[in-house]
Nanobody
Framework: QVQLVESGGGLVQPGGSLRLSCAAS????????MGWYRQTPGKERELVAT???????NYADSVKGRFTISRDNAKKTVYLQMDSLKSEDTAVYYC?????????????WGQGTQVTVSS
């Protein structure tokens, strides 16, 4: 079994920056895609960014040019650097691992971390 633990959320003013981290316990296969999703009340959870172990990244159009996802395979950690934050980025951000983790294939989620962008 694998657990994902997010950190780094908080309150920031518009135009500010935050860096989210997600550390995985247990083994993460190199084929596993890791990423970040976000959700606001009453809306579906949406993709923010994903990254392969080789570093290939995919972003939602709404965050391109402002957010950067990165991954440290040795530390089993994925990061989300969020710059030029807007009020519409306010959401609970969830870390995701999709693939083989802890020896089993699955779709794994962290508990979520709140990001609030407000003046």
């Amino acid at each position: 079994q694998v657990q994902l633990v997010e950190s780094g959320g908080g309150l920031v003013q518009p135009g500010g920056s935050l860096r989210l981290s997600c550390a995985a316990s247990g083994s993460i296969d190199s084929s596993t895609i890791m990423g970040w999703y976000r959700q606001t009340p009453g809306k579906e959870r949406e993709l923010v960014a994903t990254i392969t172990s080789g570093g290939s990244a995919n972003y939602a159009d709404s965050v391109k040019g402002r957010f950067t996802i990165s991954r440290d395979n040795a530390k089993k950690t994925v990061y989300l650097q969020m710059d030029s934050l807007k009020s519409e980025d306010t959401a609970v951000y969830y870390c995701n691992a999709n693939g083989i983790a802890g020896g089993h294939w699955g779709d794994y989620w962290g508990q979520g971390t709140q990001v609030t962008v407000s003046s």
